[in-house]
């Protein structure tokens, strides 16, 4: 089934406000953001390599915790993916014709929920799996990236939120999943080539 979705009708002053808001405000502060928006997702691949790094040192049930961080972030990846597949909302730059900071996407590249803000989403949850204080550094950053996404005109409000609780779903699902049989996966994987990844030598 195929929705449609015209996000103007939920959040549509929201979004133009604050993207008039940032037509209006300091280049360098619209200069961060946008580079944020476009780069930020990178911090979250630091984080993820930071937490395999440190894990090793501590057992291989907790390194095979930290390198299914990654494949977390990917399965929110795939379901935010088929839900804009499903609503297939268009970017409020285009339906509103309203100038933004970023150039307004192709037709068909879809805004509802945004994938970016799964994908810090997931990261954050995910992390907190493998270190509270990389999940809280995470957590920031995710909301930083959300915000981010609404500022530079890329997504509605309610595209970000829905972006943030997709990933954050998919990825509590998978490392819970995970949690329970971490012991025994990664008892069987350090006796196999992979054992170097699992634990130092």
Do not use: Q
Request: charged content about 15%; glycine content about 6%.
């Amino acid at each position: 089934m195929i929705l449609a979705l015209d996000g103007s009708s939920l959040d549509g002053p929201a979004y133009l406000d604050t993207v008039r808001l940032a037509r209006h405000a300091p280049a360098w502060l619209d200069d961060t953001v946008s580079a944020w928006s476009t780069y930020g997702l990178a911090l979250f691949a630091l984080l993820m390599a930071v937490g395999w790094w440190r894990a090793r040192r501590e057992s291989a049930g907790a390194s095979l915790t930290a390198l299914a961080v990654p494949f977390a972030v990917l399965a929110a990846f795939g379901v935010d993916t088929v839900l804009k597949l499903l609503v297939r909302e268009d970017r409020p730059c285009r339906s509103l014709r309203v100038a933004v900071l970023e150039t307004c996407p192709a037709p068909g590249d879809w805004s509802f929920p945004s994938n970016h803000a799964a994908i810090a989403a997931a990261a954050a949850v995910a992390l907190f799996f493998v270190s509270r204080r990389l999940g809280a550094v995470a957590a920031v950053a995710a909301v930083a990236m959300a915000v981010s996404r609404v500022w530079v005109g890329a997504h509605y409000p309610h595209d970000v939120l829905a972006g943030i609780a997709v990933g954050a779903l998919t990825a509590l699902l998978v490392m819970r999943v995970l949690r329970r049989h971490a012991a025994s996966l990664a008892g069987r994987l350090t006796a196999t080539r992979l054992r170097p990844l699992l634990a130092t030598p």
